[in-house]
């Protein structure tokens, strides 16, 4: 089964520069989350949209922006990278905006290193 | 607010043995959602268990099995007869019943020695 696809898998990039990550979500999912994992840490909620809306907001820093296309596809723009930047970030997907009784499936995650 | 506490950092145990994970929770909400991910050492969330707060009924996959009280706030998780292929970080979550966003407890790291 097709599951949650992010790209790139791993990305590096030096302070104040910028990056940009993709999320497709399982077909026929119309809600996606992204979400930040530190080294060591558990996975903190940034933002999640539903049928192409902003649903939620959580952690997310001000220079982070995303948004959800036509075709679902999500993508997380990050600006002016600082090192504390330097995470997992999960994306994850689910069918139904309202009620997390939908369960969320995730991603491989994309690995940010920046140096 | 929303907590999760998962107090064991680590567990090492050796193959065969069964080992419980805990998990507890603060929610002021009278009906949510728990949940348990497991991330292997390749990094992916993977998805095990969903229970919401109208369900105490326990469950069992296989040689997986998750007990529920609500008196207590605790969702634990047992792994009988573990494998080494078990070794990974657990994570168990929460999430209010009409929210989207999950609150993930700081993870369970275990360790199955063959």
């Known amino acids: 089964a097709a599951g949650v696809i992010q790209s790139p898998r791993h990305l590096i990039k030096e302070k104040r520069e910028t990056a940009t990550l993709k999320c497709y979500p399982i077909?026929?999912?119309?809600?996606v989350y992204w979400y930040q994992q530190g080294p060591g840490q558990d996975p903190q909620f940034l933002i999640s949209?539903?049928?192409?809306?902003?649903?939620d907001k959580g952690s997310i820093p001000d220079r982070f922006s995303a948004q959800q296309f036509s075709d679902y596809h999500s993508e997380l723009n990050m600006s002016s990278l600082e090192l504390g930047d330097s995470a997992l970030y999960f994306c994850?997907?689910?069918?139904?905006?309202?009620?997390?009784?939908?369960?969320?499936?995730f991603g491989a995650g994309t690995r940010l290193s920046v140096l | 607010a929303q907590k999760v506490t998962q107090a064991q950092t680590e567990i090492s145990v050796v193959e065969k043995e069964d080992v419980t994970l805990d998990c507890v929770y603060e929610?002021?909400?009278?009906?949510?959602?728990l949940f348990w991910y497991k991330q292997p050492p390749s990094g992916e969330l993977v998805f095990l268990i969903r229970?919401?707060?109208?369900?105490?009924q326990n469950e069992i996959s296989g040689r997986y099995s998750w007990n529920f009280q609500k008196s207590t706030s605790s969702f634990n998780f047992t792994i009988t007869a573990s494998q080494v292929v078990d070794s990974a970080v657990y994570f168990c979550?929460?999430?209010?019943?009409?929210?989207?966003?999950?609150?993930f407890g700081p993870g369970t790291r275990l360790s199955v020695l063959p």
């Open positions: 929610t002021r909400d009278t009906t949510y959602y």
């Open positions: 949209f539903y049928e192409k809306m902003q649903s």
């Open positions: 229970r919401n707060s109208f369900d105490e």
């Open positions: 979550a929460l999430s209010p019943y009409y929210g989207q966003n999950f609150v």
């Open positions: 994850a997907s689910s069918r139904g905006g309202q009620g997390s009784k939908n369960i969320q499936y």
């Open positions: 077909p026929r999912h119309d809600t």
